[in-house]
C-alpha cells in the first residue's frame, strides 16, 4: 500500500455496479476513502458490495448525474482527489428506445461533472470510462487509439460525445482527466442480463435443478471478452499514472458465444456437443443427450455490433498492462461462482 494514498478521498458513481464493486475494493484495500454515489429515492442494488463484504466501508451520497446544481454540491462537499466516473445507461437497445435518456446520462452527466470541477477549481482528477461501440459497424481491423470512431447506435454517439468531451477539458482547461476504451469484460459478478451471465447462471441451474435447456440467440456472435478485475486494474493504472491520456483495454482476441457456451458446460461437469446450423443448431449433452441451449430469432438482437478486437499495445507499452485472464479461466470462474450459488440456495 502506498503511503500517499491513506488518507486520499475517491469518489466513485455507479458504484453499485460490476465494474464499481471490483473498483471500490480495489481501492479500499490500497487505503482510499471511497465515496458511492445513488440515485436519489432509488433502491439501491447493493448485492456485488455485499457479496465482497464492503457495503459498510463505502460512504454513499445521493446524487443524480443529470442535474448540474446536485452534482456541484455533492463535489462541493466532498472535493475528492480522484472521480472515477462509472454510471450509464449501458445498453445498445435501450439506447434506441430511449435515445435522450442515454444522452442526458452519459454525455449531459460528464459535461456537469467536468464543469464542476472546473468551475470549483478542483485539482480532481477524472476517469471516464469508453466503449468500443464507438467504433460502430466497422470490420476487419484491430481497433487501436487512433482508429477511426463512427458510432452506429444511440449508445455509443453518447460515449463518443463524452469521450470528445474529457479531450477537450483536459486540452482547453488541462483538467486531469483520462479515458479508456473498454472493451466488453465480464465476471462473476456480471448481470444475469448479459450473455456470459446468462450462460453460466442457467447451465448452473441446470445442472443442479435440471428444467428447460437455455435460448440463445447467434452462437456465432463474436466478441473481445476479458474480465473485469483486470480490466479494473488497467483502469487504476491509468489514474496512478501522473500524465492524462487515453487507452484501448481489451484482449485482442475474438470468442464466440458458441465457444464460451461450450467451456462453461464443460465446467459444469457436461460434454456439450453442437449440431445443426443457424436457427436450427443445437448444443446437447453427450453423456447424457440432454438438450442444453437451442437457438431462437428471439433472442437476436437488432442491430447487432459488429465483432472487433482491441489492440493493447499502448497501455503495455506506456504503464505495464495486459490482460492475464483467459477466456478458459473466465469460464471456469464464472460457472465455479454460479453453481455455488446455485448448490447453496
Known sequence: MSRNRIGKSVLITGVTGQDGAFLARTL??????????????????TERLKEFNILDKIIFLPMEIT???NVISVLSDVRPDY??????????VDSFRHPIMTSQINYVGVLNILECVRTLGLDTKIFQPSTSEMYGDQTNITATELT???PSNPYGLSKFAAFKAINIYRETYNLRASSAILFNHESEIRGREFVTRKITGQLAQLKVRGGPPLKMGSLSAARDWGYASDYVDAITMIMADDKCDDYVVATNELNTVRQFFYLVAQNMGFNPKFEGEGLDEKCFDEKTGRLLCEVSSDFFREPDTKALRGDYTKIQ???GWKPTTSLDKLAEIMSRCDLEREEQS
Open 83 to 92: 472521480l472515477y466516473n462509472l454510471s450509464a445507461q449501458s445498453f445498445v
Open 67 to 69: 442535474e448540474f446544481s
Open 148 to 150: 477511426t470512431f463512427n
Open 317 to 319: 507499452n506506456y504503464l
Open 28 to 45: 479500499l484495500n490500497q487505503g482510499f476513502r471511497v465515496y458511492g454515489t445513488l440515485r436519489r429515492g432509488a433502491s439501491p442494488k
